[in-house]
C-alpha cells in the first residue's frame, strides 16, 4: 500500500490549494481516505475523511465552509480542496488509509492503517 500526498507550497492568507492523495495497493471499496494536518510541536489533527463506497464524508467543525474532501475513484485519488487559507493553517498535511471508518473512528489517527509521507503547506500573511 502506498498513499503519496502533493499539492502543498507556499500560499498567502486567504488563497487556495488542492492537496492530493494518490493511493494504491487498495481499493476505496474497502478503506476511507482521511486528511490530518500536523504543526510544530502539535499533535496531528483530524480535518476531513471520505468513505468512497458509500460517499460518507466527515470533517471537523473548524474546517466545514473552508476545506471540501472529495475522490475520484477513477484516478483512485481523494482530493482536499482548502480555500480561505490562514496562516494557522500551516503545517504538514497527511492523508492516511481507514478501514473501520464510523463516526467514532474517523478522526483517532490510532484507527488509521497507512499513512502518506506528507505535503508542507505554507500559508504567508
Known amino acids: 500500500v502506498r498513499l503519496v500526498e502533493s499539492g502543498g507550497g507556499l500560499v498567502q492568507a486567504g488563497g487556495s490549494l488542492r492537496l492530493s492523495c494518490a493511493a494504491s495497493?487498495?481499493?476505496?471499496?474497502?478503506?476511507?481516505i482521511g486528511w490530518f494536518r500536523q504543526a510544530p510541536g502539535k499533535e496531528r489533527e483530524a480535518l476531513s475523511c471520505?468513505?468512497?463506497?458509500?460517499?460518507?464524508?466527515y470533517a471537523v467543525a473548524s474546517v466545514k465552509g473552508r476545506f471540501t474532501i472529495s475522490s475520484d475513484n477513477a484516478k483512485n485519488t481523494v482530493y482536499l480542496q482548502m480555500n480561505s487559507l490562514k496562516p494557522e493553517d500551516t503545517a504538514v498535511y497527511y492523508c492516511?488509509?481507514?478501514?473501520?471508518?464510523?463516526?467514532?473512528?474517523?478522526?483517532?489517527?490510532?484507527?488509521?492503517?497507512?499513512w502518506g509521507q506528507g505535503t508542507q503547506v505554507t500559508v504567508s500573511l
Open positions: 492516511g488509509a481507514i478501514l473501520m471508518v464510523y463516526k467514532s473512528t474517523w478522526y483517532d489517527r490510532l484507527w488509521y492503517d497507512y
Open positions: 495497493g487498495l481499493s476505496f471499496d474497502d478503506y476511507a
Open positions: 471520505i468513505s468512497s463506497s458509500d460517499g460518507s464524508t
